[in-house]
């Protein structure tokens, strides 16, 4: 299997296979995370497109990668940050606003979507730079060395920004937590 | 050590991210602290639904993502349909407006040419223009001489081959 460098170096030559084989490689990926930082299916699908369109029409400007993830992951993420500044300037809160997902799968129970719904609603009140570090570690699970080069932070602005989230997260899910019991 | 410093522990532990942190320390003061404990069951449970909600949105990504990009066909097609969006050019300009702005190129093409030979025709006598003028053989050569504050004009020109 050709890996994600080598296939963006044929993309940079003009091969449209390879493009395509990156996009089917990253789209998931880029779709949940698109998902958790924006909280609309329908805006991580365009955030999506987006950004695989743009990689696609400014071909010749792709830099000689290193890390194709990650470069995507960047690309991404600075999307989001504008569209989310867009949502502020507009009054309009995006995050959260699509109707709850299904959970009728085999293993769901009315515990686990209560929790689901709770970590949703968790994950949306909090700050973006919060949000981008959990989302990046807990969905994606990349590595702080990973998280820090995709927002720009050191390894050690990763590791406290993922711990003020942390602190975050307890301190919201706090009630719901001593409602259900300990466990 | 406080509160705060074994958090931040417990959450590189997560990670594992650690290093070589004493982990035995770390549990003892888990059993006897609730705040910390509760701290550590919360990342455990936020761990544990934030990976059945990724899978419900890959179900998701699948129902609403194209499996394949919608690409423009053909060699050297690489700007994408989408792209022409944010372009001042629109594939579908209409035909009678191709044609008009192709009528007004021509007639600004003919006024210029125009202009340029009534001015030549126009030289006044003993100017290198009108000197040129009445050589009828020969490519003129025009060589600006700029000299502050005049500006000097001479001409010269190149018999043609063969004369």
Same mark, same amino acid.
């Given at each position: 299997?050709?890996?994600?460098?080598?296939?963006?170096?044929?993309?940079?030559?003009?091969?449209?296979?390879?493009?395509?084989?990156?996009?089917?490689?990253?789209?998931?990926? #880029?779709?949940?995370?698109?998902?958790?930082?924006?909280?609309? =299916?329908?805006?991580?699908?365009?955030l999506v497109q987006d950004t695989?369109?743009?990689?696609?029409?400014?071909?010749?400007?792709?830099?000689?990668?290193?890390?194709?993830?990650?470069?995507?992951?960047?690309?991404?993420?600075?999307?989001?940050?504008?569209?989310?500044?867009?949502?502020?300037?507009?009054?309009? #809160?995006?995050? *959260? =606003?699509?109707?709850?997902?299904?959970?009728?799968?085999?293993?769901a129970t009315l515990e686990s979507?209560?929790?689901?719904? #709770?970590?949703?609603?968790?994950?949306?009140?909090?700050?973006?730079?919060?949000?981008?570090? #959990?989302?990046?570690?807990?969905?994606?699970e990349l590595s702080y060395r990973?998280?820090?080069?995709?927002?720009?932070?050191?390894?050690?602005?990763?590791?406290?920004?993922?711990?003020?989230?942390?602190? =975050?997260?307890?301190?919201?899910?706090?009630?719901?937590?001593?409602? *259900?019991?300990?466990? | 050590?406080?509160?705060?410093?074994?958090?931040?522990?417990?959450?590189?532990?997560?990670?594992?991210?650690?290093?070589?942190?004493?982990?035995?320390?770390?549990?003892?003061?888990?059993?006897?602290?609730?705040?910390?404990?509760?701290?550590?069951?919360?990342?455990?449970?936020?761990?544990?639904?934030?990976?059945?909600?990724?899978?419900?949105?890959?179900?998701?990504?699948?129902?609403?993502?194209? $499996?394949?990009?919608?690409?423009?066909?053909?060699? @050297?097609?690489?700007?994408?349909? @989408?792209?022409?969006?944010?372009?001042?050019?629109?594939?579908?300009?209409? $035909?009678?407006?191709?044609? $008009?702005?192709?009528?007004?190129?021509?007639?600004?093409?003919?006024?210029?040419?125009?202009?340029?030979?009534?001015?030549?025709?126009?030289?006044?006598? @003993?100017?290198?223009?009108?000197?040129?003028?009445?050589?009828?053989?020969?490519?003129?050569?025009?060589?600006?001489?700029?000299?502050?504050?005049?500006?000097?004009?001479?001409?010269?020109?190149?018999?043609?081959? @063969?004369?």
């Amino acid at each position: 299997m050709r890996s994600d460098e080598e296939l963006a170096d044929a993309f940079r030559s003009g091969d449209d296979g390879a493009f395509s084989t990156l996009y089917e490689r990253y789209r998931r990926p #880029l779709f949940v995370f698109g998902v958790r930082m924006l909280g609309s =299916a329908q805006a991580a699908g365009d955030l999506v497109q987006d950004t695989f369109l743009g990689i696609y029409e400014r071909h010749n400007e792709l830099p000689r990668l290193n890390n194709f993830r990650g470069w995507l992951f960047t690309v991404g993420r600075n999307r989001c940050l504008t569209l989310l500044r867009q949502q502020k300037t507009r009054g309009r #809160l995006g995050v *959260g =606003a699509d109707p709850e997902p299904r959970t009728d799968g085999p293993g769901a129970t009315l515990e686990s979507e209560e929790e689901s719904r #709770l970590v949703r609603r968790t994950l949306a009140e909090m700050l973006p730079e919060h949000r981008e570090v #959990l989302v990046l570690r807990e969905y994606q699970e990349l590595s702080y060395r990973e998280i820090a080069g995709i927002t720009g932070a050191t390894e050690s602005t990763v590791k406290a920004r993922l711990f003020r989230a942390r602190q =975050a997260l307890a301190g919201m899910l706090r009630p719901a937590l001593e409602r *259900g019991g300990e466990p | 050590m406080t509160c705060e410093d074994r958090q931040l522990q417990l959450s590189l532990l997560m990670d594992a991210e650690s290093g070589g942190l004493e982990q035995a320390g770390l549990f003892t003061h888990l059993e006897d602290c609730a705040e910390c404990r509760h701290f550590f069951d919360s990342l455990i449970r936020f761990r544990s639904t934030a990976r059945q909600d990724r899978e419900e949105i890959l179900r998701q990504a699948d129902e609403l993502l194209p $499996a394949r990009l919608p690409l423009p066909a053909g060699p @050297g097609a690489r700007r994408p349909l @989408g792209a022409w969006r944010s372009s001042w050019w629109r594939p579908g300009l209409p $035909a009678p407006a191709a044609i $008009a702005l192709a009528g007004l190129l021509l007639v600004a093409g003919i006024a210029i040419g125009a202009g340029l030979a009534a001015r030549l025709g126009r030289a006044p006598q @003993g100017t290198p223009d009108a000197e040129l003028a009445r050589q009828p053989r020969g490519v003129p050569i025009y060589v600006y001489v700029c000299s502050m504050p005049q500006i000097e004009v001479t001409g010269k020109s190149i018999p043609a081959a @063969g004369n």
